[in-house]
């Protein structure tokens, strides 16, 4: 591993590293680190363009599986910009807490895509008008985890007022292996306001309640369609019932 990049940002612990393997893969990756350690982007040094971690790529799926047509997205957080440039030829807005994240994404990752609005994705969605969009998705961080401010009923309520009919908001969450307390409040709350929810898992090495697992959990107010095949290794996984999270 060669370390290329490290700082301590207002929002976060920011390493920048290139490596041979990659989950047993092997290669030139390069990847960028949050707190903890925590993988939040990387790129195949041989293949920009390919799409690395798993979660996107079930992301992407499951959003033209649902809507081969769609048009609108907003995406809240940019990371490396893997979405962001995948979804460059539509009608796209993203929204970015931390400048230096962005900025990292160009000067290391070769991010070449439209502007990123700086600031908070809650407040920036707001002003946003109502049915705008055909998907929104929350891909936002911080050192423990997804920021409550994206996981609420008020700001469900908020992306539901957003969304075209027939569209839906996509979360990238992690939580422990298995059953999870706040995965399980998060899918619940999502279910009080979206009459169809899917969530999905992408299996861990093992079976260590501790090992942290990531989902995508899906809201709509229409079926949610998925292709185990296309799904880049998540399956189905239903959470238990939990509490709903109020701001």
Do not use: C, W
Not at 206 to 233: C, F, K
């Amino acid at each position: 591993m060669r370390v290329l990049y490290r700082n301590k940002s207002e929002q976060h612990e920011l390493t920048i590293y290139d490596t041979s393997r990659l989950y047993g893969e092997k290669g030139r990756f390069r990847v960028l680190e949050f707190s903890n350690a925590a993988v939040q982007g990387a790129m195949d040094l041989d293949e920009p363009s390919r799409m690395v971690l798993e979660y996107p790529r079930a992301m992407v799926h499951l959003m033209e599986r649902n809507h081969p047509d769609y048009e609108s997205v907003f995406v809240i957080g940019h990371g490396i910009g893997t979405l962001s440039t995948y979804l460059s030829n539509r009608q796209l807005k993203v929204a970015e807490l931390d400048a230096e994240v962005v900025e990292l994404s160009r000067t290391f990752f070769g991010y070449s895509g439209g502007e990123v609005l700086i600031g908070d994705g809650r407040e920036r969605l707001q002003l946003e008008a109502l049915g705008s969009y055909d998907y929104i998705i929350v891909d936002a961080f911080t050192a423990t985890g997804t920021p409550s401010q994206f996981t609420s009923s008020t700001f469900f309520a908020m992306v539901k007022e957003r969304l075209r009919a027939g569209g839906a908001v996509l979360l990238n969450v992690f939580g422990r292996a298995g059953n999870d307390r706040l995965v399980n409040a998060i899918h619940t709350t999502l279910q009080e306001q979206f009459t169809y929810t899917r969530s999905f898992a992408l299996p861990t090495a093992t079976e260590a309640v501790d090992e942290v697992q990531n989902r995508i959990l899906v809201g709509s107010d229409r079926p949610v369609l998925a292709q185990t095949r296309h799904m880049a290794g998540f399956v189905e996984q239903q959470p238990e019932a939990g509490y709903v999270i109020v701001d």
